[in-house]
T-cell receptor, first 111, second 112 residues
Framework: AQSVTQPDIHITVSEGASLELRCNYS??????LFWYVQSPGQGLQLLLK??????LVQGIKGFEAEFKRSQSSFNLRKPSVHWSDAAEYFC?????????FGAGTTVTVRA | NAGVTQTPKFQVLKTGQSMTLQCAQD?????MSWYRQDPGMGLRLIHY???????DQGEVPNGYNVSRSTTEDFPLRLLSAAPSQTSVYFC???????????FGPGTRLTVL
């Protein structure tokens, strides 16, 4: 069975600074990987996905993620954070007809 | 398109009561699923369906039933609610297996 680990429960970043969220996955075959964002009291919105091909994936809102098979990682990055990026971020891996989520990382943006 | 819709948005139940959480999608998606979200645990899959008439269990299926009589609808039934089922429930759909899942707005359920 697949699994996802997000090592950071909470990250605080200053507005305009860069952001990196870590994600490690476990899956026996080539993974389908996703990052979702959830604003307070809202549903989940897809930021980006990796199925195959280029290991650097561009998403919405200026986010990107890099797939590293050797490290079983799919870290999310943004060069310059905006106050509206404050939210909870979830990494997920698809396998065996199921989408498995990490526990999430909450991002706080300070002025 | 309305996308994925869920009703109700909020619900309070007493222990032992039953209820059905409704989920519908108008995108003709074959794959539908139910998750529960609890603090510090992310989203956990309850049940899923790869098409009308086909359902299967996810990670945390105990205490929940589902059926899929049409492509559009995928209701989640709690037969005898327990306080441990207090959670936020999300329904999602996808055109096929492995693709992006589109999430509904969620139902916040409290069991007293």
């Amino acid at each position: 069975a697949q699994s996802v680990t997000q090592p950071d429960i909470h990250i605080t970043v200053s507005e305009g600074a860069s952001l990196e969220l870590r994600c490690n996955y476990s899956y026996g075959a080539t993974p389908y990987l996703f990052w979702y964002v959830q604003s307070p009291g809202q549903g989940l919105q897809l930021l980006l996905k990796y199925f195959s091909g280029d290991t650097l994936v561009q998403g919405i809102k200026g986010f990107e993620a890099e797939f590293k098979r050797s490290q079983s990682s799919f870290n999310l990055r943004k060069p310059s954070v905006h106050w509206s990026d404050a939210a909870e971020y979830f990494c997920a891996v698809w396998g065996d007809y199921k989408l498995s989520f990490g526990a999430g990382t909450t991002v706080t943006v300070r002025a | 398109n309305a996308g994925v819709t869920q009703t109700p948005k909020f619900q309070v139940l007493k222990t032992g009561q039953s209820m059905t959480l409704q989920c519908a999608q108008d995108m003709n998606h074959e794959y539908m699923s139910w998750y529960r979200q609890d603090p510090g645990m992310g989203l956990r899959l309850i049940h899923y369906s790869v098409g009308a008439g086909i359902t299967d269990q996810g990670e945390v299926p105990n205490g929940y039933n589902v059926s899929r009589s049409t492509t559009e609808d995928f209701p989640l039934r709690l037969l005898s609610a327990a306080p441990s089922q207090t959670s936020v429930y999300f329904c999602a759909s996808s055109p096929g297996t492995g693709g992006e899942q589109f999430f509904g707005p969620g139902t916040r359920l409290t069991v007293l």
